[in-house]
């Protein structure tokens, strides 16, 4: 039987139908909003994954051999109980940690938040969202009040006339995205900023080539053109946001020269940018084609990733688009439920709706409908990049349940990372294939993959999507909203943990409701007639089924924005110089940036082991400039090496004029040898804790062999 469902990747969501009939069971491209029928290579080939030969079948314990071996659920679970039990005694209840993933489900994600702090009592839980949309979802947070990737529906960009996007490459990482670049490509509006030439890049009409991690001086330099020239929307700025005065102090000194000496981007280019922007924003005001600036990781993934969003922002609101018809800001979220994940109590200092732990009335609210007293849920934790550093040291935890994350490929310094996992008393890793850090676990539980299960996943736009079963699940394998109940009522939690995906949600929506990320009139039956539901959507929101027809919020801030006087910030942002380590400012040092190859998907469990995939994309590329690798006495196809202070790369040369002369790039999917984030390190931002995951300061040589 089909069954319409969505891809388990990114945040696009893209709707694709699943027939159980057929072996192997057939996938193929369902027409849903943001797709409009099409896939990615990824999605097309994601059935392969159900019936993979490495699945795993059953928990597995790494015995006094120190080998993993298979054993019963009963002792699988046993163990967890027994080994949280004896942890916690000796060290307090913060010495067991969670680490869960914006790959969950919304009712996994709630439930896995739920249990960290009623059935394990820790404070210690944060997730890999945090490496991802922390640092837009602190400075969306500053000014407007609300994190929603798109506030508005993506289809919005099927009329732009002028698109910037900054740091995003869309082309490779979300391919039916690039649908809704059309219109402002046929306008000659598309504007990238990526230091590289990306296959976005590529279609831009403009692409500008900033030093990595200075997009946020090109971003003052664009918005003091916009004041220098009186350029911004003077009205809009009055009637909506607060702080224009700071905001013109703050802009004062970024004139296009200085930020073309920082960024090399042509001062030039600067204003004739800053003027298309403003000239096409005041059409749209009159009604012509509609100017959005969107964010991706290459801006948000550096230790100035908040401030550089809050200068997007800042940009954006000057042109006066942000709660208008005429455009918008926006961030594009990256992992399937990268939206939902980061709105329902998996953040560390997060109670769920999109509430603070810290705020009484929010910890009163949850505790309500948690049946609990609100004193004896935790208080804030700590984030994803300090939890893993910690661990296992003074202070830090002991115990890690894992949730739908590598961190031995994905966080950053792999190697202090892999060093953190192995002093821990214990490690469980939940997943469904041996993952680089399920080999280093001491229990491995194997779950339900998405077309096993029932769920809710809320896309890049905020819209509630139901992911369906087709298959029934596969012998030894339990989903993990089985698994947490049954482990919250042996550890004799204070409250029930159901089992069942549909009283999940139906107990998130009461969790949420009256909160920023209200879900409370969202519920399957709605969702299984058709209905295209956004948050918020309080109870009693009238809900229609019709084709074509939103519920909820498709479209935020309209009429306000959500800080309680209703008007935006503007935040005037300063840059800071960058942390380098002094072992890392040697002559010939390169920047490192790091991304995504269209075939492979993070940290490439899944995708590495779909043969399609793998022969597209088998090893690390590192991609280098051909007068940088002529000066360095490599040729294409060569072996190299990348170096710094944290570690050290093996990949192999592909030369690309499309890169930067002093920067090089490298897909972070890659184990071992090849692991990107060998060479990030330890810097964070200060409002997100967001890693610096797109600049690291590397030597690059030649591989010589020695053998
Ligand atoms: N194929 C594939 N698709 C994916 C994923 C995947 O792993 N593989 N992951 C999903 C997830 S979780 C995410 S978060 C999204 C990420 O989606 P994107 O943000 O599109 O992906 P990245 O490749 O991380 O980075 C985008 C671009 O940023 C550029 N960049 C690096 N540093 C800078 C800089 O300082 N300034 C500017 N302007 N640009 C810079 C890089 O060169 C790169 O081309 O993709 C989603 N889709
Ligand atoms: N150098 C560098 N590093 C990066 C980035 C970068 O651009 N450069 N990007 C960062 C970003 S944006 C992200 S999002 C992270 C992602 O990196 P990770 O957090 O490592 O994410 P995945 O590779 O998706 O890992 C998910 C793991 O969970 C499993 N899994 C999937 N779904 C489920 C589920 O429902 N339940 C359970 N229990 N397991 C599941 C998969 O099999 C896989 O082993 O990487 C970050 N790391
Ligand atoms: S673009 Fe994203 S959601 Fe769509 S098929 Fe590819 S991985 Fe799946
Ligand atoms: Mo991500």
Redesign the pocket.
Same mark, same amino acid.
């Given at each position: 039987m089909a069954v319409a469902t969505h891809c388990?990747y990114c945040a696009l969501q893209c709707g694709i139908t699943l027939d159980a009939g057929t072996t192997p069971v057939g996938l193929s491209g369902r027409n849903f909003e943001t797709n409009g029928g099409a896939l990615c290579r990824k999605g097309y080939s994601a059935a392969q994954l159900l019936e993979h030969p490495e699945r795993l079948h059953s928990p597995l314990e790494r015995g006094a051999d120190g080998v993993l071996h298979p054993v019963s659920w009963e002792r699988a679970l046993d163990l967890v109980v027994h080994q949280v039990r004896a942890v916690q005694q000796a060290h307090g209840k913060d010495a067991v940690a969670v680490f869960g993933?914006?790959?969950?489900?919304n009712e996994?994600a709630y439930q896995l938040g739920k249990f960290a702090r009623l059935a394990l009592g820790t404070s210690r839980i944060d997730y890999?969202?945090r490496?991802?949309m922390s640092s837009a979802a602190a400075a969306g947070n500053k000014a407007f009040g609300l994190d929603r990737g798109l506030p508005f529906p993506l289809a919005d960009l099927d009329r732009a006339g002028t698109i910037l996007l900054l740091g995003s490459n869309v082309a490779d990482t979300m391919p039916p995205f690039v649908r809704h670049l059309e219109s402002a490509r046929e306008n000659g509006g598309l504007i990238v900023s990526d230091p590289r030439r990306s296959a976005t890049a590529e279609l831009a009409d403009t692409h500008v080539q900033p030093a990595p991690g200075t997009d946020l001086q090109l971003l003052l330099g664009l918005a003091h053109v916009l004041l220098a020239e009186d350029l911004a929307d003077t009205e809009y700025l009055d009637a909506r946001t607060w702080g224009l005065e700071s905001l013109r102090i703050s802009l004062a000194s970024w004139w296009p020269e200085r930020v073309q000496s920082l960024t090399g981007v042509p001062a030039s280019v600067i204003r004739q940018t800053a003027r298309t922007l403003a000239s096409a924003a005041q059409a749209a005001r009159s009604g012509g084609k509609p100017v959005y600036i969107l964010t991706g990781?290459g801006v948000e993934?550096h230790a100035n990733g908040t401030a550089t969003v809050s200068a997007a922002i800042n940009l954006a609101l000057l042109l006066g688009l942000p709660g208008t018809l005429a455009g918008g800001f926006g961030t594009i979220t990256?992992?399937g439920n990268?939206q939902g994940g980061r709105e329902h109590g998996q953040k560390a200092d997060q109670l769920p709706g999109y509430r603070k732990i810290t705020d009484p009335a929010a910890r009163r609210h949850v505790a309500g409908v948690w049946g609990v007293d609100p004193d004896i849920i935790p208080g804030p934790g700590i984030p994803a990049a300090q939890l893993l550093a910690t661990l296992g040291e003074p202070g830090g935890a002991r115990m890690l349940l894992m949730?739908? &994350?590598? !961190?031995v490929? &994905?966080? !950053?310094n792999a190697n202090r990372t892999a060093a953190a996992l192995r002093r821990l008393d214990y490690l469980v890793v939940?997943?469904?294939?041996l993952?680089e850090?399920?080999a280093q676990a001491d229990l491995v539980l194997p779950?339900l993959q998405?077309a096993e299960e029932e769920g809710t996943m809320t896309n890049l736009e905020g819209r509630v999507l139901r992911r369906r079963a087709a298959l029934a699940p596969p012998p030894g394998v339990r989903s993990?909203l089985w698994l947490l109940a049954e482990l919250a009522a042996r550890l004799q939690a204070p409250t029930v943990f159901n089992a069942d995906p549909r009283e999940v949600f139906a107990e998130l929506g009461r969790a949420s409701a009256g909160g920023i990320a209200d879900y409370s009139g969202v519920d399957y039956t709605s969702l299984d007639a058709g209905a295209a539901v956004y948050w918020p959507c309080p109870a009693g929101t009238p809900i229609s089924t019709a084709p074509g027809e939103r519920s909820g919020t498709p479209r935020l801030f309209l009429e306000r924005f959500a800080h309680p006087d209703g008007r935006a910030r503007l935040e005037p942002v300063y840059p800071q110089p960058a942390a380098v380590d002094d072992a890392d400012l040697r002559p010939g040092t390169i920047s490192l940036v790091?991304?995504?190859l269209l075939e492979h998907?993070?940290?490439?469990?899944?995708t590495r082991r779909v043969a399609e995939l793998q022969q597209a994309a088998p090893a690390a590329l590192a991609q280098i400039h051909p007068d940088t690798a002529l000066a360095r006495g490599i040729s294409d196809g060569q072996e190299v090496v990348l170096e710094n202070s944290h570690g050290r790369v093996e990949a192999t040369a592909c030369l690309d004029a499309g890169i930067r002369l002093d920067t090089v790039f490298l897909p972070?999917h890659f184990p071992e040898t090849q692991n990107?984030?060998l060479l990030?390190g330890d810097a964070v931002d200060p409002d997100s804790s967001m890693p610096e995951?797109?600049h690291a300061p590397v030597l690059l040589s030649r591989l010589e062999r020695h053998e």
């Open positions: 388990p993933s914006g790959s969950l489900t996994k890999n969202g490496f991802c990781r993934q990256g992992q990268g949730h739908g &994350s590598n !961190p490929i &994905s966080s !950053p939940s997943d469904f294939f993952s850090t399920a779950v998405w993990e790091t991304g995504r998907y993070q940290s490439g469990t899944q972070f990107a984030n990030t995951f797109k």
